[in-house]
């Protein structure tokens, strides 16, 4: 499985940019994937994922700014950002949630993932 993310870059405060993750190898419509960012010094942190079947699941920080979706025709998993913050700046990661991850696993661990993006940078200026 390879993962390709794109649509970081650099943005207003209170703007918006919608990042995409791009997956090949595999049967993308069966995987549960996820998004992940790491800030300058700090840890990398949940952000949001998706499942098989569509649901969805947020880290609790985001209030509602966020949203992802997937596209199984396309092998595609996206992140909207709206409302975007200067802390918001950061390396946004995607990846797959291991098929092997049971419901009690949760979500926000990266030790359940094991296939990752090369990342997308995203800045936000004040």
């Known amino acids: 499985v390879q993962l390709q993310a794109s649509g970081g870059g650099l943005v207003q405060a209170g703007g918006s940019l919608r990042l995409s993750c791009a997956a090949s190898?595999?049967?993308?419509?069966?995987?549960?994937m996820g998004w992940f960012r790491q800030a300058p010094g700090k840890e990398r942190e949940f952000v949001a994922a998706?499942?098989?079947?569509?649901?969805?699941r947020y880290a609790e920080f985001l209030k509602g700014r966020f949203s992802i979706s997937r596209e199984n025709a396309k092998n595609t998993v996206y992140l909207q950002m709206n409302s975007l913050k200067p802390e918001d700046t950061a390396v946004y990661y995607c990846a797959r949630r291991k098929p092997t991850a049971i419901h009690s696993s949760g979500w926000s661990s990266i030790a359940i993932y094991d296939y990752w993006g090369q990342g997308t940078q995203v800045t936000v200026s004040s």
């Open positions: 190898g595999g049967t993308f419509s069966r995987y549960d």
């Open positions: 998706v499942t098989s079947s569509h649901r969805t």
